[in-house]
């Protein structure tokens, strides 16, 4: 079954150490992978996916086909990270997307 | 605003009643997406609609749960007999389809700010 995992709720770091969010997902085929963030009082937005290799805000994500992972990374985080972070994927035809449940990243100061 | 919009932002409502969402896509987007979001998870798909086809539908959505594009622009999910389950969030989001180099695609979904439902 298809199914993408978010093991941590809540994610706490102090602003410029580095931050990783996991996100495992179980999907028989090649799904495309993405990451949403929702700030607070925003909507949900696109931050990244796999496909376009690219660096969005100093976050990066290597999809692991091997441990099934696509987890989120950043060097140094800033405050203004703070934010729900959501790992999603959907299957080859796009007709139907997976969310996991969610990561809460609290950036100190 | 050319952005994703949902009417109402907010829904009381009693048990039993039924109730009408709507989304405004983004005007050029063909692919259209509901999703329910509760406390504490993530978005969970509902429907989705190419144009006007609905396409799939989670078999989560029951009987009572209907949703509609009939021009292919604007949706509108509408809760018969609500219950008290039924109180969430409900997202919209619009995306287009392209093409990548070597015949893939992809989309990138754009949300709406959601219909919060409360049944009491």
């Known amino acids: 079954a298809q199914r993408v995992t978010q093991p941590e709720k809540l994610l706490s770091v102090f602003k410029g150490a580095p931050v990783e969010l996991k996100c495992n997902y179980s999907y028989s085929g090649s799904p495309e992978l993405f990451w949403y963030v929702q700030y607070s009082r925003q909507r949900l937005q696109l931050l990244l996916r796999h496909i376009s290799r690219e660096s969005i805000k100093g976050f990066t994500a290597d999809l692991n086909k091997g441990e099934t992972s696509f987890h989120l990374k950043k060097p140094f985080a800033q405050e203004e990270d703070s934010a729900m972070y959501y790992c999603?994927?959907?299957?080859?035809?796009?007709?139907?997307?997976?969310f996991g449940s969610g990561t809460k990243l609290n950036v100190k100061p | 605003d050319t952005g994703v919009s949902q009417d109402p932002r907010h829904k009381i409502t009693k048990r039993g009643q039924n109730v009408t969402f709507r989304c405004d896509p983004i005007s050029e987007h063909n692919r259209l997406y509901w999703y329910r979001q509760t406390l504490g998870q993530g978005p969970e798909f509902l429907t989705y609609f190419q144009n006007e086809a609905q396409l799939e539908k989670s078999r989560l959505l029951s009987d009572r749960f209907s949703a509609e594009r009939p021009k292919g622009s604007f949706s509108t999910l509408e809760i018969q007999r609500t219950e008290q389950g039924d109180s969430a969030m409900y997202l919209c989001a619009s995306s287009p389809l392209f093409l990548l180099a070597g015949g893939s695609s992809t989309d990138t979904q754009y949300f709406g700010p959601g219909t919060r439902l409360t049944v009491l």
């Open positions: 999603a994927l959907v299957g080859y035809n796009f007709n139907k997307f997976y």
